[in-house]
T-cell receptor, first 114, second 112 residues
Framework: ETGVTQTPRHLVMGMTNKKSLKCEQH?????MYWYKQSAKKPLELMFV???????ENNSVPSRFSPECPNSSHLFLHLHTLQPEDSALYLC?????????????FGEGSRLTVL | DAKTTQPNSMESNEEEPVHLPCNHS???????IHWYRQLPSQGPEYVIH???SNVNNRMASLAIAEDRKSSTLILHRATLRDAAVYYC?????????????FGKGTRLSVIA
């Protein structure tokens, strides 16, 4: 138990569906992150939120839309995805985005796009 | 971010020490060395980090070369639970926003 909870753990969706991934942290952190882990590829940073403001967007396609309504919750809204978007999506949180801030990861949401 | 180089995989016997190497020849003076690991079916977890001096914690030790161009993560007694992918990552302390950027890591197998 890392203090970062992701739901759902598994999701199967069609290319025309709209779904959302949810992340909640109970650690009092003020920074949250979305990473993508595809098979046989390194983890890719997607988005960074600090104090509920997006501070980094790593050229992610617009079919992925993040939302951070408060410092404890982070969403990833999914719309018109492609099969190559199938991956493990990991959420993380930290106290600040400075270099020594330890990141705490959730267990991930495994997404399959048919 | 400066790049790190790690072996793709390593193998260890249970109960024996494991030395996981990391090369970072282009490290800058403001880069911290971080190690994370990812157990099967889990998200990554923090292991240890350091700047210049060797560091110890309950999970592992970090030995940093004097010129800082390489470092070694040391697991003193490997257990089956230590089988994971280990990531060596540099984070620049010179700028405010330094998110963690992962490479391919080293896949450690532990043999009973």
């Amino acid at each position: 138990e890392t203090g970062v909870t992701q739901t759902p753990r598994h999701l199967v969706m069609g290319m025309t569906n709209k779904k959302s991934l949810k992340c909640e942290q109970h650690l009092g952190h003020n920074a949250m992150y979305w990473y993508k882990q595809s098979a046989k590829k390194p983890l890719e940073l997607m988005f960074v939120y600090s104090l509920e403001e997006r501070v980094e967007n790593n050229s992610v396609p617009s079919r992925f839309s993040p939302e951070c309504p408060n410092s404890s919750h982070l969403f990833l809204h999914l719309h018109t995805l492609q099969p190559e978007d199938s991956a493990l999506y990991l959420c993380a949180s930290s106290q600040g985005v400075q270099n020594t801030g330890e990141l705490f990861f959730g267990e991930g949401s495994r997404l399959t796009v048919l | 971010d400066a790049k790190t180089t790690q072996p793709n995989s390593m193998e260890s016997n249970e109960e024996e020490p494991v030395h996981l190497p990391c090369n970072h020849s282009t490290i800058s003076g403001t880069d911290y060395i971080h190690w994370y690991r990812q157990l099967p079916s889990q998200g990554p977890e923090y292991v240890i980090h350091g700047l210049t001096s060797n560091v110890n914690n309950r999970m592992a030790s970090l030995a940093i070369a004097e010129d800082r161009k390489s470092s070694t993560l040391i697991l003193h007694r490997a257990t089956l639970r230590d089988a994971a992918v280990y990531y060596c990552i540099l984070r620049d302390s010179g700028s405010g926003n330094t998110p963690l950027v992962f490479g391919k890591g080293t896949r450690l197998s532990v043999i009973a």
